[in-house]
């Protein structure tokens, strides 16, 4: 039948050639379907951070507590109303 040479010669064309489009379409559908972006994204992260975390040397300030730049006044007159705390209830026996 002639018809049927040319479906086997299709056949034989589109698994002829796996690694041309068929590796991409793959990948494609790999990523699509799958957490595979997401895996992706939190490894950038992940390297990201690590790379700051480990790249450079943090400033450390030093203080004294009798540093007058840092200290605040006492208030005599609290400008924050404290209420009353409620009264206890009774308890049951």
Do not use: C
Not at 9 to 29: C, F, H, I, K, V
Not at 52 to 65: A, K, L, R, Y
């Amino acid at each position: 039948m002639p018809g049927s040479e040319s479906h086997h010669d299709n056949r034989r064309m589109r698994s002829a050639s796996p690694t041309q489009s068929g590796l991409w379409e793959t990948a494609q559908r790999f990523y699509s379907k799958s957490y595979a972006g997401d895996y992706i994204g939190l490894v950038l992260l992940l390297l990201t951070l690590s790379f700051f975390e480990f790249s450079g040397e943090p400033f450390h300030q030093m203080f004294t507590i009798d540093d007058p730049r840092i200290q605040h006044p006492h208030a005599e007159v609290e400008r924050v109303p404290v209420r009353e705390s409620p009264p206890d209830e009774p308890t049951q026996v």
